[in-house]
């Protein structure tokens, strides 16, 4: 079993490689295929070995071998929270449908928190490609059946969506954006309607701390715009793989 584990992780290292490139190109309309990677700095192309994961990172010293740069140490938190998340999955489920479906939610889940961090942006592709997924899991009932599932993302959607146009209607200011409406609707599909509130809940509170540290640290005031995604995808996940059985 040790060696699952670490078959496990290094697999999910090299996933949160892959991941890093989509969480950069993505969001900037790339090719995720070509041109191969290069530094963000200096542009100049990086060699095989440059791309060892968390390895490289460590090696060159989190810079650039070229330009001497700082690398973003999102590329190393990036590939050991995949790495992690695998170990976890593994151990939550084995070598089951269950593991390979939550690896392939918690995938898309990581590179929506990190665009959304960068960008506040949670692309169509994902999240839509995120509830189709739940909806056709649901099919084989491995997390919830699929009346849970078509009522969860259904009323996901639009119960942000409401909440979303009251904010708005009161204070004249967007309170958050489509794709956080598309992205519960996801959860909804994945973890049936029965979910939603502690999603939305748990989402809530983690939201309100760190907003509440990020004023009184001065990092941020009411007018800073802080992304709901991230907390949202968490909380997604500790309800569908921490709060229930497998």
Known sequence: MLISYILVLLI???LGSFLNV???????????????????????????FHNIPLFSFIFLRGKCAFCHQ???LRYPVV???????????????????????????SLILIVLIFIDLEHQLLPDILTLSLLWLGL??????????????????????LSLWLIANIYEFFTHREGMGY???????ALGAWAG?????????????TGAVIGVFLLITKKANTQTPIPFGPFLAIAGFIVLFCLTQS
């Open 22 to 48: 989509v969480i950069y190109r993505l969001p900037r309309e790339f090719s995720l295929v070509f041109p191969s990677s290069s530094c963000p700095h200096c542009q100049h192309k990086l060699k095989w």
């Open 12 to 14: 999910g290292l090299c």
């Open 179 to 185: 794709g956080d409406f598309k992205l519960l609707a």
């Open 136 to 157: 056709l899991t649901s099919l084989f009932s491995v997390y919830t059946d699929s009346h849970s599932a078509i009522i969860g993302a259904v009323t996901g959607y």
């Open 79 to 105: 590939e050991i929270i995949t790495g992690l998340v695998g170990i976890f999955l593994l151990w939550k489920f084995g070598l089951t449908l269950s593991f390979a479906t939550a690896c392939i939610f």
């Open 70 to 72: 700082k690398i973003s």
């Open 193 to 205: 309607w029965q979910s939603l509130i502690n999603i939305v809940l748990i989402s809530s509170i």
